[in-house]
Each structure stands twice: as C-alpha cells, then as structure tokens.
C-alpha cells in the first residue's frame, strides 16, 4: 500500500505539470458590473485535467494490479484489498498533491480585485484547472474509487485466467488424484459401446 501512496503522489506531481490551466479573463461592463469569461475552448480544459488524472490514476492501477500478479507467493484475495485499499489511498493522495502544487503555480481568480477599470476593461487570468470533475462528494468518492475498481479488475482477471486452484501461487500446492471407481459395484467391468475396431 505504501508503494501505491508514492505512486499516487508522483502521480499528483506529473499531473501538476500536464494538465492545461484555463485561460480566461475578467471584463468590466458598460454597466460597471465584473464579469468572467473563458477564451475560446479553454473551459474545455477542465473536463480535460479531470480526465486526464482519471486517466493516470487508471494506468497506475493497472501496472500495480499486473505487478502484484507477479508476487506469486501472495496471490489471494488478501493482496487484492490490499492494491484496492492502496489504490484508493494513492487517489487521494494524488488529489491532494496534484491540487496543492497547481494552486501554488496558479493563483485563485478573485474577480472583485482584478485591476480592471473603465479606461483598462479587460484583464487576463490563468486559472488552475480541476483535479475532479465536480466539487459533489458523490463525484470526488467516484473519482477515488475508480482506480481501485480498475485495478482489482485487471486482477480478477488474471485470477480467472488461472487454470490451477491454488491461482498459480508459488510453490504449487498438490492436490491428490481423482480415485474414481474403475468397475461396477459387484466388481465385474464396466460396459458400453464397444470400439469399431473390436
């Protein structure tokens, strides 16, 4: 778990770097009132930063999930909380990084003390994008708990792709032979269709 709870920060940290911040500005109307507006397609920028965290959160997970996989001696159900757990942790984790160091790269927009004046009515702002894709407890639960979904996916996965009980676990457990009966209650030969060739 604690090597996920890294993970989640390095995560958090590249994050930080590749997300697009939001480029907009804040205009003074004829009217005196302040009012924000977003340039171009740039409110499209925090869909973008949303789902490109989901996105490597996702990816993270599933390189764990397969990395786990390989840990033979340990392959159970004990080891798949463990990675969700993990997962989840890391996801929050990211979050916070991630929203940390782009709030220290990009100030808040505060639109009441932007310099704008009726001779200057346009003042340019860059604005940090968002970790979530909205601000419900509901959406910040599902973005958390989505990589660890994924991840425990890919691992029951492998599992079902294990022909052997024991899930490939290392070393190979035994289990003793099928002794089915080989004749009839009264000791005699079972009989059925005879081969062609006899």
């Known amino acids: 778990m604690a090597g996920l709870v890294v993970a989640g920060a390095l995560t958090g940290t590249l994050w930080s770097v ?3 911040p939001v480029h907009g500005v804040v205009a ?20 973008t930063a949303a789902a490109l965290f989901v996105g ?16 033979r001696a340990h392959r159970g159900p004990v080891l798949v909380t463990a990675l969700a757990a993990g997962s989840a ?5 990211a979050a916070g990084v991630g929203a940390v160091l782009m ?10 003390a932007a310099p704008v004046t009726p001779e200057h009515r346009v003042h340019y702002v860059i604005e940090a994008p968002a970790v979530f894709f909205g601000h419900s407890p509901l959406q910040i639960a599902c973005t958390l708990v989505f990589p660890a979904a994924i991840g425990a996916l890919v691992y029951a996965m492998c599992a079902v792709a294990t022909s052997r009980d024991d899930l490939g676990g290392w070393p190979p457990q035994e ?7 080989t004749v009839t209650a009264d000791g005699a030969q079972p009989v059925g269709p005879q081969s062609p060739s006899h």
């Open 175 to 181: 289990f003793p032979a099928f002794s089915g009966r």
């Open 18 to 20: 590749l997300a697009p």
């Open 56 to 71: 490597m959160l996702t990816v993270v997970a599933v390189v764990a999930a397969v990395w786990l996989w390989q840990w």
């Open 103 to 112: 709030r220290m790269r990009y100030e808040a927009v505060d639109v009441a």
């Open 28 to 47: 003074l109307t004829r009217a005196g009132d302040r009012v924000r507006a977003y340039l171009g397609g740039e409110a499209d920028h925090f869909f």
């Open 89 to 93: 942790a890391g996801a929050a984790v």
